[in-house]
């Protein structure tokens, strides 16, 4: 069985070109699944999930293909990030 954690974001940053910057937790090796959402309701998966290289992992949300537009192009974008772990 798949069963997910949520994680906490160490941080949260809009970069110069407006790209968003997630910086969370991470342990070497773990997958996690970064996930995005307009509403805080319907919540939609970036494929593929991430393979965390080390204690910290940083995601870049720059649009197509993660995202649908770039973050500069909508009113508001919501991050949340989960841990996959196998039951």
């Known amino acids: 069985r798949l069963a ?3 994680v906490l974001f160490r941080s949260v940053v809009a ?3 407006q790209d968003i ?5 991470s342990t070497a090796g773990q997958r ?3 996930q995005y959402s307009v509403d805080g309701k319907n919540w939609f998966n970036v494929v593929p999930a ?3 290289g080390t204690n910290r ?16 192009t909508v009113k508001s974008r ?4 989960v841990e996959q772990s196998i039951d």
């Open 32 to 34: 996690y699944t970064m």
């Open 21 to 25: 910057l997630v910086e969370f937790d």
């Open 78 to 81: 919501l991050y949340r990030v």
């Open 4 to 6: 997910f954690r949520r």
């Open 50 to 52: 991430i393979v965390a």
């Open 57 to 72: 992992t940083q995601w870049i949300d720059n649009g197509p293909p993660k995202t649908p537009s770039h973050p500069s």
């Open 15 to 17: 970069l110069p070109n």
